[in-house]
């Protein structure tokens, strides 16, 4: 009879199991080799016991410093992020240039009429205006006009609402009532119930009004009118429009009114009380991350298809009502309401620095910008930007940025040449780069400057003729290849002075917003960028947010796979995101060195590379990929070793953990888990909380003990070392 033994110096799977059922997930180790040998028969007494792996953590080494900067987060306007996001405003199409024929996103109310006037501009920058025809309008049958938002408006009980809006009349003095109302869906033709209690046919599916507020006049030229808009005990609901109504038709000597409008408004309670700022469930969201960064404005939202839908920053800051507005890469008008002062106030809201990426001169649509004399005003134009954020207030646009209510300049140590430059198929980004780097050095010599073409890219495509502080490399993955990347920056050379910001990737598995499976491919890689933090020095998740009301093609999605989202009403954290929460908010100073044994992985087929859609060279062999992810960090202040491991496996997974170069290591620590019971698993506006990470005080650890891994599970143990 043969019996393999593949133990080494810890207890067997056997007592592994009995301690979890008994609850001890976490056992201090034996101090002799435990064997238990078992007869198999249907293996003809072959038994191979699994071996536990071991996990050494050798505290006296600290292999690299973890960067200061991470993690940060990564935006753009992308998948409704900002107008239909993160940004207050809650009417859609606010300034009426969505669509150059039609008043998109607006209804009529009663009898009203309306349409796009040109002629009637409210300034050079919004120069189209919604003319609104009140004569039909009587005591019983108001005319107005409707916006519902993004797929809603958000109302809440005992809130104040700010409205506001530009207007001007013609044989129309007012008054005008602004109201919002609720949408009763199960009532599509309901009557109007006034609040002293009269009821009219034909305002169509409005009932009573859950806040209003009455402008008195209307003057004959361009006004700004502001109300406030206080609701009562109403139910908190996303089916509910902005009206702007009227009761009269005209003046007393001609009937037929006509009004025009321009930047209608509605804002909710924001962020800080912030003005024309951010809605505070999203903001508090990411304020639970305590990011380091904001990579802003993108991405393709900084490039647009073409070069006049660049993000064009001087056109973004200043009044609102100045603010022409963009059509984005993604399909969609911006306003430009949130511009480069908001990004800014995000910034200060979550005590982030803002990671600037200056247009370089290439747009998506293969539009670019001969390097040399043609690209010199976009170099002076990034110069501007970063003194906008930067200067004091005896530069030119330091003194703009003070009189755009922030006299005290931003932190900035960061700027990004570019976004994804190895798409210029002119191959023109070195020279592009060059111009930029030597403008911005000769300026501003402590800055580093990001190049977007990084070792992800073939050598011919990257900066030669420069050495770029960093390089941008972006990494869309399955959660198989991830894992299969999860040890790549380990043997990356650090001998090039330039450094790494992993400035967007995502393990790209479920939609809208990522899956367990997608946390678990994430948590791998994120362990592999933080074991490499002295050459990873920044990471940012892209995208960042979905708006999830409309999933359909040109709805609200233009990008699967999305850290948090959110519709009109309330906003959820994916898997993956608390995944970022995890890493972000538990990790030291010192990356620790480690080794390990006998971790278990499992065959994974790399796909095949394919040039549309017929398969490339030879089909890639079969390789090992690891199943269990770790790395370990250490606090120089408090001893706090922070041991992050992962377990993609659907079996539970003892680890033996080992550690040396300490005296002792409290019996007493900390476990944060997040588990599912399937890989499928996930977060939902209707089930935001189905997958979160659970804290508990752990037992039984020590310098030598195992602990038990749930399956698909992400595990941070604290462990107060001296
Ligand atoms: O994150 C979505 C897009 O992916 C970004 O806009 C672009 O930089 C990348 O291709």
Redesign the pocket.
């Known amino acids: 009879m043969q019996h393999t033994r593949l133990f080494r110096n810890h207890p067997s799977t056997l007592a592994c199991l009995l301690l979890a059922v008994l609850g001890a997930t976490t056992s201090p180790l034996p101090a002799q080799d435990t064997i238990t040998d078992t007869i198999d028969t249907a293996t003809n007494g072959i038994i191979t016991t699994p071996v536990i792996p071991v996990l050494q953590i050798k505290a006296d080494q600290v292999s690299a410093q973890v960067s200061p900067m991470l993690y940060g987060l990564?935006t753009?306007e992308?998948n409704f992020s900002y107008e239909g996001g993160i940004y207050g405003e809650l009417v859609r199409n606010r300034t009426f240039k969505a669509d150059a024929t039609n008043a998109v996103y607006w209804d009529t109310v009663g009898g009203a009429a309306i349409t796009l006037d040109t002629n009637q501009p409210l300034n050079a920058a919004l120069n189209v205006s919604l003319k609104l025809d009140t004569g039909k309008a009587s005591k019983h049958y108001p005319a107005g006009i409707a916006n519902s938002g993004y797929w809603g408006i958000a109302v809440r009980p005992n809130t104040t609402y700010h409205a506001s809006f530009y207007a001007k009349g013609k044989h129309f003095k007012g008054p005008l009532t602004v109201s919002l109302f609720h949408i009763n869906t199960n009532y599509p033709n309901l009557t109007y119930h006034a609040s002293d209690g009269s009821v009219t046919e034909g305002f169509d599916g409005y009932t009573v009004p859950m806040a209003s507020a009455t402008v008195s006049k209307i003057s004959s030229g361009w006004q700004k009118y502001d109300v406030t808009l206080t609701t009562g005990d109403v139910p908190v609901s996303k089916d509910n429009q902005l009206v702007i109504s009227t009761t009269k038709r005209g003046t007393f000597f001609n009937h037929h009114g006509e009004v025009w409008f321009q930047q209608v408004s509605l804002f909710p309670p924001t962020y800080n009380n912030r003005a024309n700022g951010n809605r505070p469930d999203i903001m508090q969201l990411l304020a639970d991350m305590h990011p380091k960064f904001l990579r802003m404005p993108?991405?393709?939202?900084l490039e647009g298809d073409y070069i006049n839908e660049r993000f064009d920053w001087k056109k973004t800051i200043g009044d609102v009502s100045q603010r022409p507005g963009h059509r984005s890469p993604w399909n969609y008008w911006s306003t430009d309401g949130f511009g480069l002062m908001e990004y800014l106030g995000w910034c200060d809201d979550l005590h982030m620095e803002p990671l600037l990426a200056v247009y370089a001169g290439y747009s998506l649509k293969q539009q670019r910008v001969a390097p040399g004399d043609d690209l010199k005003p976009y170099v002076q134009d990034a110069l501007d930007e970063i003194e906008y954020i930067t200067g004091d207030t005896n530069t030119t646009w330091g003194a703009r940025r003070a009189q755009d209510g922030h006299a005290a300049p931003f932190a900035l140590h960061y700027v990004e040449a570019g976004?994804?430059d190895w798409f210029d198929r002119s191959n023109t980004y070195d020279a592009r780069f060059s111009q930029f780097y030597d403008a911005i050095k000769a300026k501003y010599p402590d800055l580093k400057v990001i190049s977007t073409v990084g070792n992800d890219h073939p050598e011919s495509m990257r900066v030669h003729s420069r050495t770029p502080d960093l390089t941008d490399e972006?990494y869309?993955k399955t959660q198989e290849q991830m894992e299969a990347q999860s040890h790549m920056y380990d043997t990356r050379s650090r001998t090039n002075l330039t450094k790494v910001f992993v400035g967007?990737w995502a393990t790209r598995v479920g939609r809208p917003t990522p899956n367990m499976a997608g946390a678990l491919g994430d948590a791998a890689w994120m362990c592999c960028l933080e074991r490499n933090s002295d050459l990873v020095l920044l990471e940012s998740y892209?995208?960042l947010f979905v708006n999830v009301s409309d999933l359909a093609r040109g709805g609200s999605m233009q990008?699967p796979s999305d850290l948090i989202g959110y519709d009109a009403l309330t906003s959820y954290g994916s898997p993956s995101y608390y995944a970022q929460v995890m890493f972000s908010t538990h990790h030291g100073d010192n990356v620790l060195a480690t080794d390990s044994q006998d971790l278990p992985t499992h065959p994974w087929q790399p796909p095949q590379r394919t040039r549309n859609g017929v398969p490339q060279g030879e089909r890639p062999a079969p390789q090992p990929v690891p199943s269990v992810f770790y790395d370990a960090t250490r606090d120089s202040q408090s001893g706090t070793i922070y041991l992050k491991m992962v377990n993609r496996q659907d079996t539970p997974q003892p680890i033996h953990v080992q550690i040396s170069g300490v005296s002792a290591v409290e019996a007493q620590g900390t476990a944060i888990v997040l588990k599912a019971d399937s890989p499928d698993d996930t977060n939902s506006i209707q089930e935001p909380t189905n997958i979160v990470p659970d804290t508990e005080t752990v037992d039984g650890l020590g310098t030598d003990f195992t602990r038990e891994l749930p399956p698909y599970s992400i595990t941070i143990l604290e462990l107060k070392a001296k």
């Open positions: 990564m753009e992308i993108g991405g393709n939202y976004n994804e972006h869309y967007e892209a995208p990008w």
